[in-house]
């Protein structure tokens, strides 16, 4: 099972994204020292990275997708 996040919604949000990072990290049994260190480096650089470290550390159960906007 797979769960999604959307970027283009609320949840795509930097600060949504390390409380998410945070919530899947005790879910997943991390240590509180790992859930700091994961979100310390989440908000080390810009949002890309965040996005990066986001991936590398929960990619494997969490997708990030970008919906397509309608413009219309």
Not at 8 to 33: K, T
Not at 65 to 70: P, W
Request: aromatic share 6%; charged share 30%.
């Amino acid at each position: 099972m797979s769960i999604e996040l959307n970027l283009n919604g609320v949840d795509g949000n930097a600060f949504a994204l390390i409380g998410h990072a945070r919530s899947y990290g005790r879910q997943l049994g991390l240590s509180r020292d790992e859930i700091e260190e994961i979100s310390k480096d989440m908000m080390s650089s810009d949002y890309n990275h965040l996005l990066k470290v986001f991936d590398d550390n929960f990619g494997h159960v969490i997708n990030l997708v970008r919906n397509e906007v309608d413009d219309e």
